[in-house]
């Protein structure tokens, strides 16, 4: 067997040895860490928690923050990225700090799960008003039978099925219904929740306690699943940001889509990203969402939707094919691909970094 990659060997094999591996290597580093634990378990019954490390200075006028893991399984990712960062941390000025959240969803990290321990889409959670925690896009309601079957996960003709809804409805409405995010269907894919979730509790806590008073803070939230394999996009938040485009096209080397930039592949409801403005009203923000691309759309929904079957109608073991072909799909396992993520999803927080600090240095 070819000998893997330098970076290639960042991906941890499971939640618990990703984050022993996370937090020596944040403490080798001179990191701060904190840990927020969360009442679910993994699969061997361990212990699950969101784990911060902490860079600099502790009430920094200027700061970055890594978020991974919103979706739970595509933390293998984010924690390799997060290993690379660590490994060779940016300069930092006195007054500023890089902060690495590992895995906001660890539940669904350990369970091989882009959901958390409701079946809930994280990034579909983020509300702040009350009164908003029902209904379905019409076009997912007319989906639902199809996206969501009662029973375990068995050939049926869905890639075919959901091509045939694409031809009928249009393809680009058949996405944005699905991934706009739902309150109808607990046990639906894209279920945003009936009320804020234990994992969001606690970061949005500990944000308002910790960076409430930075002065700007560039949050750069690590995704995985959509986007040409092994390249990254790099994707805004309408009406979230203080920078312009082309400023922040600059500073990242690299296009960016969505908000004010070119449209997204679809828009969502309950972002983390869209909530930051108002979780932390007296800083300038700027927040970019990272997706490293892995498998043709087709292939991603359908592994979702057998690995969301046999979490409600099997047993939910991890060890199931339902299980191995989500990880696949959202962390695939060739070498290359686990190499470009690690180095992209790192890249990027050195470039918002060197940005971010400039002035601070100047
Ligand atoms: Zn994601």
């Excluded at 984010?78 to 930092?92: I, K, R, Y």
Aim: charged share 20%; glycine share 10%.
């Amino acid at each position: 067997m070819p000998r893997a990659s330098a970076a290639a060997e960042l991906f941890a094999p499971d939640y618990a040895a990703a984050r022993e591996r996370f937090r020596a290597a944040a403490l080798r580093a001179g990191a701060t860490l904190d840990a927020l634990p969360l009442a679910a378990r993994g699969p061997r019954d361990e212990n699950l928690s969101i784990d911060i490390a902490w860079l600099g200075a502790r009430q920094p006028r200027h700061a970055v923050l890594q978020v991974t893991g919103v979706h739970g399984v595509e933390a293998f990712a984010g924690s390799a990225a997060q290993l690379a960062l660590l490994a060779a941390p940016p300069q930092l000025p006195a007054d500023g700090a890089l902060v690495l959240l590992h895995v906001l969803n660890p539940y669904g990290m350990a369970w091989l799960r882009r959901a958390n321990e409701h079946n809930v889409d994280l990034n579909r959670n983020f509300h702040l008003d009350s009164g908003i925690w029902t209904g379905a896009p019409p076009l997912y309601k007319r989906l639902d039978a199809l996206l969501n079957p009662a029973s375990p996960p068995a050939r049926d003709a869905f890639a075919l099925r959901l091509a045939a809804a694409g031809l009928r409805h249009g393809v680009h409405a058949v996405r944005q219904a699905i991934a706009h995010g739902q309150h109808r269907y607990p046990r639906g894919l894209f279920y945003g929740g009936a009320e804020l979730q234990p994992g969001p509790r606690l970061f949005i806590d500990w944000l308002q306690a910790q960076l409430g008073t930075a002065e700007r803070l560039f949050v750069i939230d690590m995704h995985t699943g959509l986007g040409p394999q092994g390249k990254d996009t790099l994707i805004l938040e309408p009406g979230v940001g203080s920078a312009s485009v082309a400023t922040l096209q600059a500073a990242l080397q690299r296009p960016l889509t969505g908000g004010s930039a070119a449209p997204a592949a679809y828009t969502v409801r309950g972002s983390l990203g869209a909530a930051l403005p108002r979780l932390l009203p007296e800083t300038r923000i700027e927040f970019v969402l990272q997706e490293i691309g892995t498998w043709p759309p087709l292939r991603v929904i359908g592994a979702l939707r057998d690995e969301n079957r046999w979490h409600h109608y099997g047993d939910g073991s991890i060890d199931h094919p339902a299980k191995r072909c989500l990880l696949e799909a959202l962390c695939p396992a060739a070498s290359a691909w686990r190499e470009a993520a690690a180095t992209l999803g790192a890249g990027l927080v050195q470039r918002a970094a060197a940005w971010q600090f400039a002035d601070a240095r100047a």
